[in-house]
């Protein structure tokens, strides 16, 4: 069973940063791609970035210019900054990961930006 650990959430004011991190309890080259989610209440469930095995990325517009996904093969992490914070990033960011047979979450981390 593949465990995605999240961390790196928190309180922070409005053009703050915070940088996310993902570990995985087995190698994340053995993944197709990885990604962060988010979901802020009431709303679905959305992706944030999404990096592939080869390191291609792609963002959401809505986070596009501010965020940068990048990882660790080595250390089988996955990392998400995000700079110039603003409110409607409050979400629950989820951890995710896809290989061929299934996909994998996190448990979540809460981002609270405020005003």
């Known amino acids: 069973q593949v465990q995605l650990v999240e961390s790196g959430g928190g309180l922070v004011q409005a053009g703050g940063s915070l940088r996310l991190s993902c570990v995985a309890s087995?190698?994340?080259?053995?993944?197709?791609?990885m990604g962060w989610y988010r979901q802020a209440p009431g709303k679905q469930r959305e992706l944030v970035a999404r990096?592939?095995?080869?390191?291609?990325?792609n963002y959401a517009d809505s986070v596009k210019g501010r965020s940068t996904i990048s990882k660790d093969n080595a250390k089988n992490v996955v990392f998400l900054q995000m700079n110039s914070l603003k409110p409607e990033d409050t979400a629950v960011y989820y951890c995710?990961?896809?290989?061929?047979?299934?996909?994998?979450w996190g448990q979540g981390t809460q981002v609270t930006v405020s005003s």
């Open positions: 995710n990961a896809k290989d061929w047979q299934a996909e994998y």
């Open positions: 087995r190698s994340i080259f053995s993944f197709n791609a």
């Open positions: 990096i592939t095995r080869g390191g291609s990325t």
